[in-house]
C-alpha cells in the first residue's frame, strides 16, 4: 500500500513519553506510528530530523469576529493566526455580529466559516431567546453553550435564577458543556456607576470595577443554581485563588465542573497596567502575585483543566480611548500561547505532559472530539512540528491576526512551532501559511 505521507525521525509524544518514530499519514488520519522500516510507502516523505511532534493544540476559548466585526479578525486571519500558533482546533465564542444565537445564525457561521478556515473549527452559541431552540441549535452541530455573566449576550434573562436553571436542564440533557464567564452583572454594574459617578475613568478604576469578588459572586451564584442539576458548567478564564477554590470544592464534592485559565492571567499582573496602558484591558482583569500564585498552583495540582487563550482581536484604534470605559477589552492570544507555554517549561512552571494535557487531551475530552487530542493510530492527523530549542523574540508586527499588538510584543521566547499539519495537511510552514483556505474541518459536536 502507498500512503499519502510519511515523517520520518520524530521525537513524537505518545502516551506521555517522547518516543523517536516515524508516523505515516492517510486519507487525513494517523495511520501507523512506528519504526522507520514499518513504514508502508509513501507519495511524500519528510525527514523532521529529530524534532518535536506534540498533537495539535486545540484552543476552546477563542473570538473569530467575521461578519459584521471582520474588521477586526476573519475566519482566515484568525485560523491562520491559529496554524501559526501550533492550533489545529478553535472554538469559536459567539458574541458576534449578529450574535450566534440560533439554528439560523450558527448555520449561516459554518457557511461562511466552510471557505475561510485553515484549522478545524467548533462552535459556540448563546442562549436563544426561546430555550426550545436548544435542541435544534445542538443538531446543528455547537459544541457547547457560552453564558455570558457581565452583562446579557443571548436570549436568556441572566438576572433570572429560573430561567438559567432551565436553561441548565435542557442543556444537561443534550450533554454539551455551559462555558461561563463568570462575573456578576449587577456587582459589576453598581461598581462601575460609582466609579463614573466619582470620574474615574483609568486603569484602575477598572480593576476596581471587575474586583475579585465580581467573579467570585458569579461562580456562586451559579453553583449553587447548578446543584442540582446534571450540566456540565466550564468556567472560563477564572483569575482568583478565591474563584478557582469554589471551583475546586465543587469538583471535590464530585461536581461535573471544569475550568480554564489563559496564558495572559497567568503571565501578566495587575502591574503591568502602568507599563502597557489601556491596551491591557482585558475581562476579567489581571490580578496580583498571590492570585497568580494561585492560578499556577491550580495547574500543578491539576484542578485547572484547560487552558484557552481567549484570542480577543480588536483594532488598534479600538484600544486605546480617554476613557478605560470606552476601550475594547480583550488581547490576540493564537499566536504566542504556545511559544510563551514552551518557554514556561524550560522555566520550570510547567511540564511538556501538563501542556499536552491542558491544550490537546483534555479540551478533546471535554468538547468530545474523539478524533483529536492525541497522537494516536486512526485519530485525525492533527500535529504540529516543534523546534524546541529556537529563541525568537514575538514580533506582533509579524501576527496572522488582524490584531498586531500583543502585551508580549518584544517578549523572548524559547520554543516555536514550525510545521502545522491539520487534517494530514501541512497548513503552516515556518509561519508562513501553505495552503489553501477552506480545507479544513467543521466541528459538529452534537454528531460525534
Ligand atoms: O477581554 C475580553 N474580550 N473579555 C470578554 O469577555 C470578551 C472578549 C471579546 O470578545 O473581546
Ligand atoms: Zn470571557
Ligand atoms: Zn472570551
Not at 443534550?174 to 464567564?181: F, R
Request: proline share 3%.
Amino acid at each position: 500500500m502507498i500512503v499519502d505521507s510519511v515523517l520520518t525521525n520524530a521525537k513524537a509524544y505518545l502516551n506521555n513519553e517522547i518516543v523517536d518514530c516515524s508516523i505515516a499519514i492517510e486519507n487525513g488520519r494517523l495511520f501507523k506510528i512506528g519504526k522507520e522500516a514499518q513504514m508502508p510507502n509513501a507519495d511524500e516523505k519528510t525527514n523532521l530530523g529529530n524534532m518535536l511532534v506534540l498533537p495539535g493544540l486545540i484552543d476552546v476559548h477563542v473570538h473569530l469576529r467575521d461578519e459584521g466585526k471582520a474588521y477586526e479578525e476573519d475566519f482566515y486571519t484568525g485560523t491562520a493566526a491559529a496554524a501559526t500558533g501550533g492550533i489545529t482546533t478553535v472554538l469559536d465564542m459567539p458574541n458576534n455580529a449578529p450574535v450566534t444565537m440560533s439554528t439560523e445564525t450558527l448555520k449561516n457561521r459554518m457557511r461562511i466559516a466552510e471557505n475561510r478556515n485553515l484549522v478545524n473549527i467548533g462552535f459556540y452559541s448563546e442562549f436563544p431567546r426561546d430555550l426550545g431552540e436548544v435542541g435544534s441549535i445542538v443538531a446543528q452541530g455547537a459544541v457547547g453553550f457560552k453564558l455570558f455573566m457581565a452583562r446579557q449576550v443571548g436570549g436568556l434573562n441572566i438576572d433570572d435564577d429560573e430561567a438559567l436553571q432551565e436553561a441548565f436542564r435542557k442543556v444537561g440533557k443534550l450533554g454539551v458543556p455551559i462555558a461561563v464567564h463568570a462575573e456578576d452583572k449587577a456587582l459589576l454594574m453598581a461598581n462601575e456607576e460609582r466609579l463614573k459617578h466619582a470620574n474615574r475613568h483609568d486603569a484602575d478604576a477598572f480593576l476596581k470595577a471587575h474586583s475579585e469578588r465580581v467573579e467570585l459572586k458569579a461562580v456562586e451564584r451559579l453553583l449553587a443554581l447548578s446543584a442540582q442539576i446534571d450540566v456540565r458548567l466550564h468556567f472560563c478564564h477564572m483569575t482568583t485563588q478565591k474563584g478557582l477554590n469554589a471551583v475546586v470544592e465543587a469538583k471535590k464534592s464530585g461536581r461535573t465542573v471544569t475550568c480554564e485559565v489563559t496564558p495572559h492571567h497567568l503571565l501578566l499582573s495587575n502591574a503591568d497596567y502602568e507599563h502597557y496602558g489601556l491596551m491591557l484591558t482585558i475581562m476579567p482583569p489581571l490580578r496580583g502575585e498571590s492570585n497568580i500564585e494561585a492560578l499556577w498552583k491550580g495547574i500543578a495540582d491539576g484542578w485547572v483543566d484547560v487552558l484557552g487563550s481567549d484570542h480577543a482581536p480588536h483594532a488598534l484604534s479600538e484600544k486605546s480611548a480617554g476613557s478605560v470605559w470606552d476601550v475594547k477589552v480583550g488581547v490576540p492570544g493564537l499566536e504566542t500561547t504556545l511559544p510563551l507555554m514552551l518557554t514556561m517549561i524550560r522555566k520550570n512552571r510547567i511540564s511538556l505532559g501538563q501542556l499536552v494535557h491542558l491544550l490537546s487531551e483534555k479540551p478533546a475530552e471535554l468538547f468530545n472530539l474523539k478524533d483529536r487530542g492525541g497522537l494516536e493510530q486512526g485519530k485525525k492527523a492533527d500535529l504540529i512540528i516543534v523546534d524546541f530549542k529556537r529563541k525568537f523574540k514575538i514580533n506582533a508586527l509579524k501576527f496572522h491576526s488582524k490584531a498586531k499588538f500583543s502585551p508580549f510584543d518584544g517578549w523572548e521566547v524559547q520554543g516555536c512551532p514550525v510545521k502545522t499539519f491539520v487534517n494530514g495537511q501541512l497548513v503552516m510552514d515556518e509561519q508562513e501559511i501553505v495552503a489553501k483556505a477552506g480545507s479544513c474541518e467543521i466541528i459538529r459536536g452534537g454528531h460525534t
